[in-house]
């Protein structure tokens, strides 16, 4: 249990489908992180939100939407997805403090996305 | 941007020593990290480094150069329970701020009996 808990752990969905990953962690983090691995390729980071705004967008497509209602919670909205899209989708969180370089980032335990 | 490479897989045999080694190029570094992570299972955090030198913890050690831009993982005394990938992560400052986390591809250790 790393305190951040994803949901649903697997997910099968059409490419008409609209769907959400939903991320909760319990660490008193003030960032929070989406990140996507696919097989054989590093772990890419989507998203960052630190303090609830958005600060990173690394040229994710728009078919993929995320919301930060608060600092405990992570959603990534899913639409009109392709088969490529299909991966393992990581939240994560961490405390993002200037004055130390040193906090750790947590993971969840991730949400299998198949896109059929 | 940034380049992080790892070797892609290692074998070693149980009780053994195995090192993993990552090389980086960034701007803007601000610590490097090693994760573990089991087969359908999260990455969990093992090792920090933001000076050169080593860092160690237990049957692990992690060692930075900055200047070389290097960084190895250190496994003494092999168990089969440490089969996994082992992830590099260089975290660099932004232009927004935010302390962002790049990852290597990993590298698959296998021990062996």
């Known amino acids: 249990e790393t305190g951040v808990t994803q949901t649903p752990r697997h997910l099968v969905m059409g490419m008409t489908n609209k769907k959400s990953l939903k991320c909760e962690q319990h660490l008193g983090h003030n960032a929070m992180y989406w990140y996507k691995q696919s097989a054989k390729k590093p772990l890419e980071l989507m998203f960052v939100y630190s303090l609830e705004e958005r600060v990173e967008n690394n040229s994710v497509p728009s078919r993929f939407s995320p919301e930060c209602p608060n600092s405990s919670h992570l959603f990534l909205h899913l639409h009109t997805l392709q088969p490529e899209d299909s991966a393992l989708y990581l939240c994560a969180s961490s405390q993002d403090d200037v004055s130390d370089s040193g906090n750790t980032i947590y993971f969840g335990e991730g949400s299998w996305l198949t896109v059929v | 941007g940034q380049n992080i490479d790892q070797p892609t897989e290692m074998t070693a045999t149980e009780g053994a020593i195995v090192q993993i080694n990552c090389t980086y190029q960034?701007?803007?570094?601000?610590?490097l990290f090693w994760y573990q992570q089991h087969a359908g299972e999260a990455p969990t955090f093992l090792s920090y480094?933001?000076?050169?030198g080593l860092e160690e913890k237990g049957r692990f050690s992690s060692f930075l150069s900055r200047s070389k831009g290097y960084s190895y993982l250190l496994l003494k005394e092999l168990q089969m329970k440490d089969s996994a990938s082992y992830l590099c992560?260089?975290?660099?400052?932004?232009?927004?701020?935010?302390?962002?986390?790049?990852f290597g591809t990993g590298t698959r250790l296998t021990v062996i009996p």
């Open positions: 480094n933001v000076l050169d």
């Open positions: 992560a260089v975290r660099m400052r932004g232009q927004t701020g935010a302390n962002n986390l790049f």
């Open positions: 960034t701007s803007g570094f601000n610590g």
